[in-house]
């Protein structure tokens, strides 16, 4: 794989120097902090508007909002996401592969041990994991704690990639476990030959969300490809063909089938998602039947998801705020395409270090066009960044990328 060598190298020391300070700012946090939609840990917005949906989203959605950062002033409780910690865990399994420094190892062999306490609670066919907080959104309610599809494919991540640098099968045990909750609890919103659509929760729900399904896809094929097995691969199959069909002639994916069922259409950090998820799944299953629908996705989202500056784009349609979980992912994303997208990446590390980052060792939340909030919300801010900054100089530092991190040709 041929790597422009204009793009690579210049400021990675920089880069170094502020994944360490954000990993040792989040660690003296003890990985709890305050996270997006967490208004209602508040004991008084929960005693004042927890009563109905409309008015828990407008409790939600003003803490969300706001331009300052108004949870020390409602008294919510800082508080552990296990969607955090697996992005924490992973940051520090590549920060270990890169510098040899057992001590990363060890920080993340800590993490995924709270998260195996951090288990949902409740009569679930397998583990799963869910947000420490209730949750109202426009399509349902969720009480705190109750599992969820995104968190429990994520923290899964977490633990194949520590699988596979020290090859504990008990990690894949902890896989398998999941990957019942997922198949067997989660209402079944599309079932076809080829295709197969899984619901967000294990609640009475209509709403497909894309990513969900190949979120799900990826971690069972990665599962089988490391255990041999073929028990759920025809699951896997159909979860992300299901997604895959759902690309629009120009690339791009909607958040949600049909798109008019949200608001949000093509946004940055789900299109990524989506991408990523993708791409784990054709190298586990060794099947690059869907590059060319992935080729064309990638280029919709360095095309119109990003600005020149590097800055991230809220949605192809719209540009602020510039979030920096849309910044993380970019370096997420095209760390694997430094060979075509070398300008971009460095652009938008640039941007993110310039714009966003404090030097006591964390990230800020959003550029709006008029002002920056500069509050850390711990996983939504510093466990993204922390995640990118680590895999992009996990690849710089490989003379030729692991398998599981290279491009399909």
């Known amino acids: 794989m041929h790597i422009d060598n204009q793009y690579l190298g210049s400021g990675s020391q920089r880069v170094e120097k502020v994944l360490i300070s954000v990993l040792d700012w989040s660690k003296q946090q003890s990985y709890r902090g305050f996270n997006k939609h967490d208004g209602l840990n508040s004991r008084v917005l929960s005693a004042l508007l927890g009563w109905s949906k409309w008015s828990r989203l407008i409790a939600i959605q003003s803490v969300m909002r706001a331009p ?42 800590y993490i995924l041990k709270l998260l195996r306490q951090l288990i949902s609670p409740g009569n679930w066919s397998g583990n799963c994991w869910g947000y420490h907080y209730p949750w109202q959104d426009l399509g349902f309610y969720a009480k705190t704690n109750t599992p969820n599809a995104v968190v429990t494919c994520f923290v899964c991540e977490a633990f194949l ?5 020290n090859k504990k099968t008990e990690y894949l045990e902890i896989v398998e476990s999941a990957i019942r ?8 919103l599309k079932n076809e030959n080829d295709e197969l659509c899984l619901a967000y929760m294990p609640l009475p729900m ?5 990513d969900v399904s190949i979120l799900i896809g990826a971690v069972i094929a990665q599962y089988e490809q490391f255990t041999g097995s073929k028990t759920y691969l025809d699951s896997a199959r159909r979860l992300v063909s299901y997604v895959v069909h759902r690309q629009t002639e120009y690339g791009a994916w909607h958040y ?20 990523d998820a993708l791409q784990r799944y054709m190298v586990a299953t060794d099947d690059a039947s869907y590059k060319l629908q992935y080729d064309r996705g990638l280029e919709f989202y360095a095309e119109c998801l990003f600005n020149s500056d590097g800055s991230p784009r809220w949605m192809s349609d719209r540009d602020y705020p510039h979030d920096i ?47 920056t909030k500069r509050f850390t919300l711990l996983r939504w801010c510093n466990g993204w960044m922390a995640l990118a900054l680590a895999t992009y100089l996990r690849t710089l530092s490989e003379a030729e990328p692991i398998k599981h991190a290279m491009d399909i040709s």
Request: hydrophobic fraction near 35%; charge should be positive; glycine fraction near 6%.
């Open 161 to 165: 990639h520590a699988y596979r640098v």
């Open 325 to 371: 979980h849309g910044a993380a992912q970019g370096i997420l994303t095209f760390s694997r395409h430094q060979n075509h997208h070398g300008k971009l990446l460095t652009s938008i590390i640039d941007w993110a270090l310039t714009n966003m980052y404090d030097s006591e060792g964390r990230f800020y939340y959003q550029k709006t066009k008029r002002y």
């Open 206 to 210: 209509t709403m497909r969300v894309l």
């Open 256 to 275: 949600t089938d049909p798109p008019g069922d949200s608001p949000i259409c093509h946004d940055n950090y789900h299109t990524g998602f989506i991408l």
């Open 181 to 188: 909750f997922l198949l067997n609890d989660l209402p079944i």
């Open 68 to 109: 300052i950062n108004l949870r020390p002033i409602f008294l919510v409780p800082k508080s552990y996401n296990p969607k955090g910690l697996s992005l924490f865990s992973r940051a520090h399994i590549d920060r270990y592969v890169t510098s040899g420094n057992v001590q990363h190892l060890q920080e993340s062999e």
